[in-house]
């Protein structure tokens, strides 16, 4: 995603408000008041969401790369808004999204301070729960998340999946520019790439889906397996699913196949002469 800075004000409160949502678990209502405050001192600075919860005001942060002052940086806001809130409770999260793992300090403990706030590392969070809701803001969401010891794309693919089914053609455009962007911080560009370019091959309605079908052979649906590794580009861990076979078979009748292939190129010609 590159540096913060880049991202629209307007995507950065769409994020602050999702991870509010699905992650912090503090639903931001339709009637919820959203501050748009500027504090200004020698800069200006914006915070990517603040509102209002009842008689609480929630100060949400995302960041995307390690800020050695982050701490002194949260500790401003948080003057700045008990200045203008002091009756209120004030609740301060910063959700991190980088790629390099979170070093930053969450408080400041020296002379008469005792400040603290809460640092989200998106990465520390499952991803199974959000991909099995049926919002779809959670499950382009997910991305972030830790996929513990699943195949990348296996996971990819079942988001964007979801993501289809759950939206018409216009929702799901939007869903992927999200997606895609989240993407890019962790390195996921190709992998989101190619499961939109798998979306677009229908397996059941190939011909050598067909085939194996219909005829019910298992080398024959080794044989297509094999088809659609190699012509669309389809990861092993989906046609296996598709073609309810098993991977370490289809691996082992590749080994074989490969090597049949290879002795039948190293025979010598046939020699029909008398």
């Not at 409770?89 to 005792?114: F, L, P, T």
């Not at 959000?130 to 996929?147: G, K, R, T, V």
């Not at 499961?195 to 397996?203: F, N, Q, S, Y």
């Amino acid at each position: 995603m590159g540096k913060k800075d880049v991202i629209s004000k307007e995507i950065l409160k769409n994020i602050a408000r999702d991870i509010s949502k699905h992650i912090l678990h503090i639903d931001i209502k339709e009637d919820m008041e959203i501050i748009n405050q500027e504090f200004t001192r020698v800069e200006s600075r914006e915070s990517d969401l603040l509102f209002q919860n009842g008689d609480e005001i929630v100060h949400i942060e995302i960041q995307n790369d390690n800020h050695p002052q982050m701490n002194l940086r949260m500790h401003r806001y948080y003057s700045d808004i008990l200045f203008l809130y002091e009756e209120y409770k004030i609740s301060q999260y910063m959700v991190y999204i980088g790629r390099a793992k979170c070093n930053m300090k969450s408080e400041i403990k020296r002379d008469r301070i005792d400040y603290s706030y809460d640092i989200i590392d998106m990465r520390d969070i499952a991803c199974e729960e959000l991909i099995q809701s049926n919002d779809p803001s959670a499950i382009a969401l997910s991305i972030l998340c830790d996929f513990k010891e699943q195949d990348k794309q296996t996971v990819i693919n079942t988001i964007l999946r979801k993501l289809r089914e759950l939206n018409d053609d216009n929702a799901f455009e939007k869903y992927l520019e999200i997606v895609t962007l989240y993407s890019t911080n962790r390195g996921l560009e190709e992998n989101v790439k190619k499961g939109v370019e798998m979306l677009t091959v229908d397996i059941e309605k190939t011909p050598f889906y067909q085939i194996g079908v219909e005829k019910g052979k298992v080398e024959e649906r080794f044989d297509n397996a094999i088809l659609m590794i190699e012509k669309f580009k389809l990861s092993i861990d989906d046609i296996v699913k598709e073609l309810n076979i098993k991977k370490e078979e289809l691996l082992e009748y590749m080994k074989q196949t490969k090597s049949n292939s290879k002795r039948s190129r190293g025979r010598p010609p046939i020699d029909n002469k008398s």
